[in-house]
């Protein structure tokens, strides 16, 4: 399977881009902005599957230029079967401390940057490839909410609606879209979000998750938002 995962530098995306490379069939294209937790993710790949095929692509989502990035997947992988929107950020601030830059940064990486993501890969898929948002609980309608997090929850429900709205559009061609409403996995981003909580979900299992729905969730759910959560928070 190609499959193109963002956000894999670090906590969910880094295992889920393990989890894949475990096939050797599996040509994994990595991307984030850090080259160095790239690099180091390839070496642990290696580590466990050195005939794995796992592309590192330092690119970011909001401000690079999707005109490079087009033609060097569209050459080594041809077409795509999975695609992954998973990079985000978080900001922790009180509602009324939180400036219109910082609104404007979540929405540019949790939404914006998987719209211009979504809109240039779309003609390396067809029927049958799956693409999968990951959202989170804070923006599932109904779920408990949290202060300090109203920006980056809000973002991550404008990506839930725009996964909905995609999976109708889209279904003439036979292209799933779904979205996963992750509850906690001990990250970096979980840290920042809530200090000293520990879930008792580990980012290998998340990852291993995440993975997993990605090859095969598409044969039973399109156009859903699907909470994945065990804990509150
Ligand atoms: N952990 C949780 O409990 C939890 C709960 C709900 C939802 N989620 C969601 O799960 C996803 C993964 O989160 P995580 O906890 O694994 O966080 P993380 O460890 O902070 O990972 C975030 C990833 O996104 C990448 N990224 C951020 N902005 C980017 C950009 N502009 N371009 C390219 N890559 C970018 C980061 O890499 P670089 O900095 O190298 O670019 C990093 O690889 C996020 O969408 C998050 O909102 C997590």
Known sequence: MNIVLTGASSGIGFEAALEFTLHTDNKVVCIARSA???????????????????????????????????????????????LINNAGTLINKPFLETTADELNEMLQ?????????????????????????????????????????????????????LTECLAFELAPSGIKVNCLALGSAQTEMLESAFPGYESPVMAFE????????????????????????VTTP
């Open 36 to 82: 160095d937790k790239l690099r180091k993710l390839l070496e642990i790949a290696r580590g466990i599957n050195p005939e794995c095929t796992l592309l590192p692509v330092e690119f970011d989502i909001v401000n690079d230029d999707y005109a490079a990035l087009v033609p060097f997947l569209a050459q080594r992988l041809g077409h795509i079967d999975i």
């Open 109 to 161: 990486s949790n939404v914006v940057g998987h719209f211009n993501m979504i809109q240039q890969l779309l003609p390396m898929m067809k029927s049958g490839s799956h693409i999968v948002n990951i959202g989170s609980m804070g923006g599932f309608q109904g779920s408990v909410k949290f202060p300090g997090l109203s920006a980056y929850s809000a973002s991550k429900s404008a990506l839930h609606t």
């Open 206 to 229: 998340m990852g291993k998750y995440v993975a997993d729905f990605a090859r095969t969730g598409h044969k039973y759910f399109n156009g859903k938002i699907i909470p994945v959560a």
